[in-house]
């Protein structure tokens, strides 16, 4: 395999281009996946059954009115761009539809390429920041690994045993987070500042966090559904795996916050003021809140 050297801007760039393109994806996400009916979708989906809503185009029948319908998870879901790789690339554009006898494998590699794509984020931003070498090169590593694999064959990718890879890259994402936050408060804060950082996994549903300075804090996997953070501070925190569901970000300041994704921030309530990192878009349901 390929020793490829990733650097700083280019990773930056491969986050950035990390974007569903639905126009070139055969409506893998309204079909691939098992969905039970909830406040988020409207009807109970069996894997590999298209949704009613699905045109023969594989465009959204109700695109324009989602959220009225009771089909809000539509407007949250991100692929990263997963879909259209399977479409294009794994299955080389053959459309199931027309091709019924690749359909269930197809659907089968959708799920696993979604991951290899969320793991790619991750490490491609990770590899965005001022690391040390030695971190930077096992980052880079990964990186390469998982870029590898999302073009090999269909049969390759159902075999993926994908906690060996996931365990390995959670303790280099971790190691990041800890570097960057350590830096970022060292430069942020005077010495005094002698604040709890470590919010994991914490239960904050419904919390009144409303101009807080939550600056640095580890809040991976924190439980904020329906937290109000307006106007909190929150540059260099780690979100990773945070549940932001409802969380209100109206003038939140979120421009360094770090691993934070499309569907996390699709997830939120949010304004024009909330200042979002440059590559997470401002949601279109967010307009006129
Ligand atoms: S409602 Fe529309 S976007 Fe949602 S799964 Fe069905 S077809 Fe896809």
Redesign the pocket.
């Known amino acids: 395999m390929s020793e490829e050297r990733i650097t700083g801007y280019t990773a930056k760039r491969i986050r950035e281009s990390l974007q569903a393109d639905c126009q070139n994806c055969f409506?893998l996400?309204?079909t691939a996946l098992n969905?039970v009916a909830s406040s988020d979708?409207a009807m109970n989906?069996a894997a590999g059954t298209p949704?009613?809503?699905?045109q023969s185009d594989y465009s959204?029948?109700?695109?324009s009115s989602?959220r009225e319908k009771g089909?809000k998870?539509?407007t949250v879901f991100d692929c990263l761009g997963a879909g259209q790789m399977v479409s294009q690339s794994t299955f080389n554009g053959q459309d199931w539809r027309k091709n019924p006898q690749i359909a269930a494998k197809m659907f089968r590699v959708f799920p696993i390429m979604e991951q290899l794509y969320e793991m790619i984020a991750y490490l491609a931003e990770a590899l965005s920041y001022q690391l040390s070498l030695s971190l930077s090169e096992k980052l880079n590593r990964q990186l390469v690994q998982l870029q590898h694999l999302t073009n090999q064959e269909a049969d390759i990718l159902l075999a993926i045993d994908m906690t060996k890879y996931r365990m390995p890259i959670n303790e280099l994402l971790l190691e990041t987070s800890q570097h960057i936050r350590n830096n970022f408060m060292s430069n942020a804060f005077d010495t005094k500042n002698k604040r709890k950082y470590n919010y994991r996994g914490v239960d904050w549903i419904g919390k009144n966090l409303k101009d807080e300075d939550l600056r640095a804090a580890d809040l991976r996997g924190a439980y904020l559904i329906a937290a109000n953070l307006q106007n909190t501070d929150l540059r260099g925190v780690d979100f990773i795996g945070a549940d932001l569901r409802d969380a209100v970000l109206s003038g939140a300041n979120l421009s360094t916050s770090m691993f934070l994704t499309q569907m996390q921030i699709n997830s939120a309530k949010g304004n024009s003021k909330t200042i979002l990192p440059a590559h997470l878009k401002r949601p279109s349901h967010w307009l006129g809140q």
């Open positions: 409506g996400c309204c969905i979708f989906k949704c009613l809503n699905l959204c029948q109700i695109h989602l089909f998870g539509c």
